[in-house]
């Protein structure tokens, strides 16, 4: 179901469930996502839903409504657009429940079990720098890559002790992190990679500045990821 989820200075306030067709923004109290900031109009935006795709108008607000950092008046939605309302950021995630045998129904219920195993499997494989990848879980989902559309696809790290390293993305799973600090994992799906904290603090793992929170969030081109301490980069090239 599409979902907006609406921070604002790195802190995720609020998720909203796209299920009207209408479903207006602004800082009067009759909106149905109120955004109390005198940089957001009283009656600022509209997230159209119509024929199974999202919009958003702007409603002629003072300050305008951007997509990805580019003003518009109305403009279609893909799934992990960032919105900027003010200071308002607000990420549009658009993502489709698959068939309970799809390999990515699969995917997920792996995904389920790596907290379990964090402790064992994570110290087995962590480089001594703390930084590992877990490799195991492409081989276990028979069939799961040749679902996937061919992807070139990496993190560059950008600080640390790793800094200068490149990790291909070419598995299904690609766990990061650093034992008993954090861990988080990118995962391929059909629309793209996403982004999920599997262990640590919150703060631990922010995407261009912003806590990702419990919720998986899409990685674009140049997305930059802090992780325990250190910085990296996604590249699609």
């Given amino acids: 179901m599409p979902t907006l989820v609406i921070s604002i200075d790195g802190a995720v306030i609020k998720e909203v469930q796209l299920t009207k067709e209408r479903t207006t923004l602004g800082r009067r109290p009759y ?17 159209i839903l ?5 919009s958003i108008e702007d409603l002629r607000s003072t300050n305008g409504t951007y997509v990805n950092g580019r003003a518009v008046q109305k403009q279609s939605l893909l799934n992990g657009d960032l919105l900027d309302i003010g200071r308002y950021k607000i990420r549009f995630l658009d993502t489709v429940i698959a068939e309970p045998n799809t390999p990515a129904a699969a995917i997920k219920k792996v995904l389920a079990h790596i907290s379990e195993e964090v402790d064992s499997d994570y110290a087995k494989l962590a480089t001594p720098s703390g930084f590992g990848e877990i490799s195991s879980f492409a081989s276990t989902i028979q069939g799961s890559l040749s679902a996937l559309p061919e992807r070139h696809a990496m993190i560059r790290m950008l600080s640390g002790s790793l800094q200068g ?3 291909p993305l070419f598995k299904v799973v690609t766990t990061l992190g650093k034992p ?16 999920t904290q599997l262990e640590g603090e919150s703060e631990s793992l922010k995407l261009n500045g912003q806590i990702v ?25």
């Fill in 180 to 195: 008993g600090v954090a861990i988080a994992s990118i995962t391929q799906k059909p629309h793209g990679f996403v982004l």
């Fill in 31 to 47: 909106n149905d996502i109120v955004i109390e900031n005198l940089a957001v109009s009283g009656e600022h935006a509209v997230i």
């Fill in 213 to 237: 929170g419990p919720l998986s969030v899409p990685l674009l081109n140049g997305d930059t990821v802090e992780l325990a301490g250190s910085t990296m980069r996604f590249v699609v090239e």
């Fill in 165 to 167: 390293k490149e990790v």
């Fill in 50 to 54: 119509a024929d199974g795709k999202v």
